[in-house]
């Protein structure tokens, strides 16, 4: 077995010199001041102690650096993730509880064994099937959701837990007089903080700026005399050793649901990979992306992380800083951790309602405005998969909106396949230099002979597109009473076996109308494929021609001599 395939990271380490060492430091030192306060607000959000993200910001990149493809993604957690494994486990068990805390590893061990097995199994072509569109839709609606699990916090409610997003925000309504403004004073401080610092100072960490801001407004306030929820001290220790919960219950439990991490996963890292690589010219290999993504799973599930994938935000700053390898994102985890254990007791001072305002700027971020208006004003079909998604993961369970909006993506992708582009032919000449070539009669109205149909089919001719394929056929037959039908073939790219018989069946219905179904140039490997099933032998070797020219010179010879000497057309120059 190829050495590389088992250890991709070989394949990459030949490129590191001094002067990409030096490149790839700088920008894990920027990676590592980023994730630290969003480390912190995605545990939050996935109700787990806050040292969980930082946890899963040191193990999950690492792993995935050194088994992914992409020379820029940065793995870790992220928000998307963090609320569907909030959302899943808080099903079975109270946030923040150590069984909690056990099913998040459990869930995140279960993912990194789908990914894995999905790398394994060559898999990572499916990912083209699914629209990115999916993952746009579930942003936007988590996203929404993320803001409204914090207004407790920003508004200083006691909101109950569990409720669906259309009765938290009745409660709110009906507890609005109830406001506590110290506590919205010290969220708000932190959200214009952070946005100005961004604005201003893009280069700067703005959202660790304006969770300090947010911590000296909360010190101030608690010395008034006005009480003030503190997230607590974070352990300034490397990640601890942990171990899932294996026990059959455990894993029927959680195998539905960890799919779904394993699915949003796997769709955020080799979308986001792809994304950068465009930038970048590189050349991403999904299958090695899932078994990156795995691996990361797996090996965090051991040292108290939970389920990560490729952060857009992270990947994009990374790439901006000047990354040149993988390493980037290994020294940023290797600082986070040198950070942790020297500032870890800080976070004993951390307000509450300022990491809320820190995640509502988070799930601000989430929503890709430009994108969505880009697609409803373009696509139909991309507009329907956004808006189920959107509403299904505000109403809905979230693992169930991931479902459904990759089921229906596969299935308007189904629908594209199934309509294939049929083009009509004929003969166009050019006056200036008297060449005469084929062209689609819709783009030039040119004459058509009146006993052979010339069409070209622009898709396989698969179980999916035979209906419509043999109905265009039936057409030519029936209604435009055409019995001779040349298939130029140059953009069939496959034949399946339900495809063969639906094509030979044409072929008799013609023979006995008194004409027949031709195929001329068809790709090799396509010919080499139904030869070997008998297709060719069962039309006919007669039927089939290597040129157009070909075909059309042996057709002409079968055509009624009686319709040709009254046909005032005449466009081949057999018909001369």
């Given at each position: 077995?190829?050495?590389?395939?088992?250890?991709?990271?070989?394949?990459?380490?030949?490129?590191?010199?001094?002067?990409?060492?030096?490149?790839?430091?700088?920008?894990?030192?920027?990676?590592?001041?980023?994730?630290?306060?969003?480390?912190?607000?995605?545990?939050?959000?996935?109700?787990?102690?806050?040292?969980?993200?930082?946890?899963?910001?040191?193990?999950?990149?690492?792993?995935?650096?050194?088994?992914?493809?992409?020379?820029?993604?940065?793995?870790?957690?992220?928000?998307?993730?963090?609320?569907?494994?909030?959302?899943?486990?808080?099903?079975?068990?109270?946030?923040?509880?150590?069984?909690?805390?056990?099913?998040?590893?459990?869930?995140?061990?279960?993912?990194?064994?789908?990914?894995?097995?999905?790398?394994?199994?060559?898999?990572?072509?499916?990912?083209?099937?699914?629209?990115?569109?999916?993952?746009?839709?579930?942003?936007?609606?988590?996203?929404?959701?993320?803001?409204?699990?914090?207004?407790?916090?920003?508004?200083?409610?006691?909101?109950?837990?569990?409720?669906?997003?259309?009765?938290?925000?009745?409660?709110?309504?009906?507890?609005?007089?109830?406001?506590?403004?110290?506590?919205?004073?010290?969220?708000?401080?932190?959200?214009?903080?952070?946005?100005?610092?961004?604005?201003?100072?893009?280069?700067?960490?703005?959202?660790?700026?304006?969770?300090?801001?947010?911590?000296?407004?909360?010190?101030?306030?608690?010395?008034?005399?006005?009480?003030?929820?503190?997230?607590?001290?974070?352990?300034?220790?490397?990640?601890?050793?942990?171990m899932p919960d294996f026990s059959y219950a455990s894993i029927k439990l959680l195998a539905p649901e960890a799919f779904a991490v394993a699915l949003l996963g796997l769709i955020e890292a080799v979308s986001i990979s792809r994304a950068i690589a465009n930038k970048s010219n590189q050349r991403i290999n999904a299958n090695q992306e899932f078994i990156g993504q795995g691996l990361?799973?797996?090996?965090?599930s051991f040292f108290s992380s939970y389920a990560g994938s490729g952060s857009f935000t992270r990947s994009g700053v990374n790439y901006s800083a000047g990354a040149k390898t993988p390493l980037s994102a290994i020294f940023a985890a290797v600082v986070l951790m040198a950070i942790i254990l020297f500032i870890a007791p800080l976070t004993a001072y951390l307000p509450v309602a300022?990491?809320?305002?820190?995640?509502?700027?988070?799930?601000?971020?989430?929503?890709?405005?430009?994108?969505?208006?880009?697609?409803?004003?373009?696509?139909?079909?991309?507009?329907?998969?956004?808006?189920?998604?959107?509403?299904?993961?505000?109403?809905?369970?979230?693992?169930?909106?991931?479902?459904?909006?990759?089921?229906?993506?596969?299935?308007?992708?189904?629908?594209?396949?199934?309509?294939?582009?049929?083009?009509?032919?004929?003969?166009?000449?050019?006056?200036?230099?008297?060449?005469?070539?084929?062209?689609?009669?819709?783009?030039?109205?040119?004459?058509?002979?009146?006993?052979?149909?010339?069409?070209?089919?622009?898709?396989?001719?698969?179980?999916?597109?035979?209906?419509?394929?043999?109905?265009?056929?039936?057409?030519?037959?029936?209604?435009?009473?055409?019995?001779?039908?040349?298939?130029?073939?140059?953009?069939?790219?496959?034949?399946?076996?339900?495809?063969?018989?639906?094509?030979?069946?044409?072929?008799?219905?013609?023979?006995?109308?008194?004409?027949?179904?031709?195929?001329?140039?068809?790709?090799?490997?396509?010919?080499?494929?139904?030869?070997?099933?008998?297709?060719?032998?069962?039309?006919?070797?007669?039927?089939?021609?290597?040129?157009?020219?070909?075909?059309?010179?042996?057709?002409?010879?079968?055509?009624?001599?009686?319709?040709?000497?009254?046909?005032?057309?005449?466009?081949?120059?057999?018909?001369?």
């Amino acid at each position: 077995m190829d050495l590389i395939a088992i250890f991709p990271f070989i394949r990459w380490f030949k490129l590191v010199t001094k002067q990409t060492l030096k490149a790839d430091m700088i920008a894990g030192f920027t990676g590592a001041v980023i994730v630290l306060p969003q480390g912190v607000a995605f545990a939050t959000i996935a109700g787990l102690p806050p040292e969980y993200g930082l946890y899963t910001a040191m193990i999950t990149p690492i792993v995935a650096a050194l088994f992914g493809s992409s020379l820029h993604l940065i793995s870790g957690p992220t928000t998307a993730i963090s609320i569907v494994i909030f959302s899943s486990v808080s099903h079975h068990t109270e946030p923040g509880t150590p069984e909690f805390i056990s099913l998040a590893l459990t869930i995140t061990f279960l993912a990194g064994v789908y990914q894995l097995m999905f790398g394994l199994a060559r898999l990572g072509k499916l990912v083209n099937f699914v629209s990115h569109t999916v993952v746009i839709g579930f942003t936007a609606g988590a996203a929404i959701l993320i803001a409204t699990s914090q207004m407790k916090h920003v508004l200083g409610l006691a909101l109950p837990k569990g409720e669906t997003f259309m009765h938290t925000w009745i409660v709110i309504w009906q507890q609005f007089s109830d406001i506590n403004y110290y506590v919205l004073a010290i969220a708000s401080c932190t959200l214009v903080t952070a946005l100005l610092f961004k604005r201003l100072f893009p280069s700067l960490p703005n959202l660790l700026i304006g969770l300090i801001a947010g911590s000296f407004l909360a010190h101030w306030i608690a010395l008034s005399g006005h009480e003030v929820e503190l997230v607590g001290e974070i352990p300034a220790h490397l990640p601890p050793l942990s171990m899932p919960d294996f026990s059959y219950a455990s894993i029927k439990l959680l195998a539905p649901e960890a799919f779904a991490v394993a699915l949003l996963g796997l769709i955020e890292a080799v979308s986001i990979s792809r994304a950068i690589a465009n930038k970048s010219n590189q050349r991403i290999n999904a299958n090695q992306e899932f078994i990156g993504q795995g691996l990361s799973n797996i090996a965090g599930s051991f040292f108290s992380s939970y389920a990560g994938s490729g952060s857009f935000t992270r990947s994009g700053v990374n790439y901006s800083a000047g990354a040149k390898t993988p390493l980037s994102a290994i020294f940023a985890a290797v600082v986070l951790m040198a950070i942790i254990l020297f500032i870890a007791p800080l976070t004993a001072y951390l307000p509450v309602a300022a990491m809320g305002g820190v995640i509502l700027i988070v799930a601000y971020n989430l929503i890709d405005f430009h994108r969505i208006v880009e697609i409803i004003k373009n696509s139909k079909s991309e507009t329907t998969i956004l808006l189920t998604t959107f509403f299904a993961t505000l109403l809905l369970e979230l693992e169930f909106a991931i479902y459904l909006g990759v089921l229906l993506s596969l299935v308007i992708f189904l629908a594209r396949t199934a309509t294939p582009e049929i083009a009509t032919l004929s003969i166009d000449s050019d006056p200036s230099n008297g060449k005469r070539k084929l062209i689609n009669v819709n783009k030039r109205p040119v004459n058509q002979c009146p006993q052979l149909k010339i069409i070209r089919i622009d898709m396989s001719v698969y179980f999916g597109s035979l209906d419509f394929i043999q109905n265009r056929i039936d057409q030519i037959a029936e209604k435009e009473r055409i019995v001779h039908i040349l298939i130029v073939a140059t953009g069939i790219n496959l034949i399946d076996l339900s495809g063969e018989e639906m094509l030979l069946a044409a072929a008799n219905r013609l023979k006995q109308l008194g004409g027949g179904l031709y195929f001329s140039e068809l790709k090799s490997r396509v010919y080499e494929a139904v030869s070997r099933h008998g297709f060719v032998k069962k039309v006919g070797n007669q039927y089939f021609f290597d040129k157009k020219k070909d075909a059309i010179n042996s057709i002409q010879k079968r055509l009624s001599p009686d319709i040709c000497e009254k046909c005032e057309v005449q466009i081949f120059e057999e018909c001369i």
